[in-house]
């Protein structure tokens, strides 16, 4: 930073959770932020991962979607098949396990593609059998769940814009979407799923409206102010944090004008002018 010339304008280190990244910020002595958009990926990665059903028809959504990406006469058979039945010109998608999302990017192609790809596999020979009406059930509710996160996740990881401002408000809507959506799932599947990301969005983002940076910047976005927290408590404390601040600098301003009027009269009083003899 010191070869950059960017110390100055460092006032926060945004990473992951790894221990030496917090490390990293204790040694330079810098304000140290974890992404909540890696924590997010994680949590939610963590919901799909411990629910075996979903386990399942996410391995069994692999296995199609890499049999019509690897197999030349698969891809030309459900593009035709596609044609046939004029459906949408559309490609399947493959998970990547490092992007959560990319799981409901693939899961949504595969549910848009059920009947086309149902159909194409009938005329294959192959091994690889599509994808039950249970499962395809399944999955239309998994996604109803993930819709609300799937947009926070791509909010938050815009790289154009400051996002900072965004984060409690976003953890607030998912909060009222999931709660929204776990009225009205019906399998017992999704129902787990619903309420591990509740309770580890409660455990991992708990503390955050706590969080100076965080809930300073949400208090000073004109389009958030006060209305972009979970409770009025909290808003009321960020309140209360911003006048201190503000009284902070003021007081640190106030110093340093009179040390500079101090040494403009100090200056002046010494200068004089110039001696006359008697």
Same mark, same amino acid.
């Given at each position: 930073?010191?070869?950059?010339?960017?110390?100055?304008?460092?006032?926060?280190?945004?990473?992951?959770?790894?221990?030496?990244?917090?490390?990293?910020?204790?040694?330079?002595?810098?304000?140290?932020?974890?992404?909540?958009?890696?924590?997010?990926?994680?949590?939610?990665?963590?919901?799909?991962?411990?629910?075996?059903?979903?386990?399942?028809?996410?391995?069994?959504?692999?296995?199609?979607?890499?049999?019509?990406?690897?197999?030349?006469?698969?891809?030309?058979?459900?593009?035709?098949?596609?044609?046939?039945?004029?459906?949408?010109?559309?490609?399947?998608?493959?998970?990547?396990?490092?992007?959560?999302?990319?799981?409901?990017?693939?899961?949504?192609?595969?549910?848009? +593609?059920? /009947?086309?790809? #149902?159909?194409?596999?009938?005329?294959?020979? !192959?091994?690889? *059998?599509?994808?039950?009406? $249970? @499962?395809?059930?399944?999955?239309?509710?998994?996604?109803?769940?993930?819709?609300?996160?799937?947009?926070?996740?791509?909010?938050?990881?815009?790289?154009?814009?400051?996002?900072?401002?965004?984060?409690?408000?976003?953890?607030?809507?998912?909060?009222?979407? +999931?709660? /929204?959506?776990? #009225?009205?799932?019906?399998?017992?599947?999704? !129902?787990?799923? *619903?309420?591990?990301?509740? $309770? @580890?969005?409660?455990?991992?983002?708990?503390?955050?409206?706590?969080?100076?940076?965080?809930?300073?910047?949400?208090?000073?976005?004109?389009?958030?102010?006060?209305?972009?927290?979970?409770?009025?408590?909290?808003?009321?404390?960020?309140?209360?944090?911003?006048?201190? /601040?503000?009284?902070?600098?003021?007081?640190?301003?106030?110093? !340093?004008?009179?040390?500079?009027?101090?040494?403009?009269?100090?200056?002046?009083?010494?200068?004089?002018?110039?001696?006359?003899?008697?």
């Amino acid at each position: 930073m010191s070869q950059w010339d960017i110390t100055h304008k460092v006032t926060d280190l945004v990473t992951d959770g790894a221990e030496n990244m917090g490390v990293c910020a204790r040694e330079l002595r810098l304000r140290h932020t974890i992404c909540v958009a890696h924590t997010l990926n994680l949590l939610i990665k963590k919901a799909l991962d411990q629910n075996p059903v979903l386990s399942d028809i996410r391995a069994s959504s692999r296995k199609v979607v890499g049999y019509f990406k690897s197999s030349t006469t698969a891809k030309e058979r459900l593009t035709k098949v596609q044609e046939q039945m004029r459906w949408p010109a559309l490609k399947l998608i493959q998970e990547v396990d490092t992007r959560w999302n990319s799981t409901y990017h693939m899961l949504q192609r595969v549910y848009d +593609l059920r /009947e086309p790809v #149902g159909a194409a596999l009938a005329g294959l020979r !192959t091994e690889i *059998a599509p994808l039950s009406s $249970r @499962q395809y059930e399944i999955i239309a509710e998994c996604l109803k769940v993930l819709s609300s996160f799937n947009d926070a996740t791509v909010e938050l990881s815009e790289e154009k814009r400051v996002s900072g401002s965004k984060v409690i408000p976003l953890l607030s809507m998912l909060h009222h979407a +999931l709660e /929204e959506e776990m #009225g009205l799932v019906q399998t017992p599947e999704n !129902t787990a799923m *619903a309420e591990s990301l509740k $309770r @580890q969005l409660r455990e991992k983002f708990n503390n955050l409206q706590s969080m100076s940076i965080i809930s300073l910047a949400t208090l000073l976005n004109p389009r958030f102010k006060k209305i972009g927290f979970f409770s009025p408590n909290k808003a009321a404390e960020a309140e209360k944090r911003l006048t201190s /601040e503000c009284c902070k600098l003021w007081h640190r301003l106030d110093a !340093t004008v009179l040390q500079t009027r101090t040494q403009t009269c100090h200056c002046g009083h010494n200068s004089g002018g110039p001696k006359i003899p008697g």
